[in-house]
């Protein structure tokens, strides 16, 4: 039987075709590719199994318990999940973990079953090796346009707004802060890099005499990290810088870290959501204890403490105090020490307005 074989994967990922993952679930945990949905040939028990057999008894054998596993009322579950899936994105591919059996086997049950999907030759490794091979070259070869300036100044708003901004906080799931962890969880870091290429390859389609625009970023976005190779590039890209008043700051802090997180957090715990939050606040200073030392955080944890006591009678405003006084004293000071490395690297510094403005015209 001859059966569709795929394998231009700049298009299947630049065009987001819905994939069937069939890899079983505790490889799809791992990494996966964002258009991709888990419908497992074999669960992870079953695949465990049939490994084993492979290992002690080859392949034949393996293929015979792979069948055995995954037979009657079992595997009709699976054709089912497999042709929904079909029947709601007929432009739809499947893909195992190399391309070989597991996809090859589904691919067969569903032309069986009148139903046609192509297959991506090579499978998950050959797509993800593409994504790592496209983001080395491309750092290899073009630079980048990093959006700097204070915590407060919006930059990730900023890079948001723009064609050519990747916005790798967004992908990381996280908000590059100690007070930035994510009310869920941070994607797997396979899942971040795979996100970041495709944003990088979708971004040089559309816009492929432009500078992709970057936020200044350390390597470590909460728990993921940005590749090495990535980072380096970032190092020595040209730096605008963002240029804003600390009140002006200090109010763009306060609206997001306290007020949007409070809404936030409410409307994910529910009736927990208060003490979630007053643990989130909690936690997320003591990440910066060691660099803060302890006389000042203690200070600054009773201002915290006072501030969510009363934050209901007040509108939140008492939050201001711990969180000026946190941004004076460890942020704006990182930011200097990190810029002044990097000042060679600025080419063009200003108000928000006037480097959107700059932005726009690069």
Not at 128 to 143: E, H, V
């Amino acid at each position: 039987m001859s059966l569709p074989l795929i394998k231009n994967y700049r298009q299947l990922l630049l065009n987001d075709i819905p994939m069937i993952d069939v890899r079983a679930p505790v490889e799809f945990v791992t990494g996966a590719l964002p258009s991709a949905t888990n419908l497992p040939l074999m669960a992870d028990e079953e695949r465990h199994q049939v490994g084993l057999r492979y290992k002690n008894n080859g392949q034949e054998s393996a293929i015979e318990l792979g069948h055995q596993l995954v037979n009657g009322e079992i595997k009709q579950q699976r054709m089912d999940a497999l042709q929904a899936f079909m029947a709601a994105n007929p432009n739809g591919v499947l893909y195992c973990a190399r391309g070989g059996l597991r996809s090859q086997l589904t691919q067969e049950w569903l032309a069986e079953a009148g139903v046609e999907c192509p297959k991506v030759e090579g499978g998950y490794k050959s797509l993800r090796g593409f994504l790592y091979q496209y983001m080395m070259d491309y750092c290899a070869n073009n630079m980048f346009t990093i959006v700097s300036g204070m915590t407060g100044t919006g930059k990730t708003e900023i890079i948001q707004a723009l064609p050519t901004g990747l916005d790798l906080e967004g992908a990381a799931n996280h908000k590059g802060s100690s007070f930035g962890r994510p009310l869920d969880e941070q994607p797997a870091q396979i899942n971040f890099e795979n996100r970041i290429a495709i944003d990088l390859l979708k971004i040089e389609d559309q816009h492929p005499q432009s500078m992709v625009v970057l936020e200044d970023e350390s390597r470590n976005i909460g728990a993921r990290h940005i590749p090495h190779y990535f980072a380096d590039r970032m190092a020595t890209s040209q730096l605008v810088v963002i240029e804003m008043d600390f009140e002006e700051r200090l109010e763009r802090l306060w609206q997001e870290y306290v007020v949007e997180r409070y809404l936030k957090t409410m409307a994910y715990f529910g009736a927990n959501g208060e003490q979630a939050f007053a643990n989130y606040l909690r936690e997320s200073l003591l990440r910066v204890q060691k660099r803060l030392g302890g006389q000042r955080t203690k200070e600054l944890i009773a201002s915290m403490d006072n501030a969510i006591a009363i934050q209901h009678q007040d509108n939140f405003a008492s939050h201001r105090h711990w969180l000026s006084l946190i941004t004076k004293d460890y942020y704006d000071p990182m930011y200097n020490y990190q810029l002044d490395k990097k000042k060679e690297l600025v080419v063009f510094r200003g108000s928000r307005e006037a480097v959107i403005e700059w932005l726009k015209r690069g």
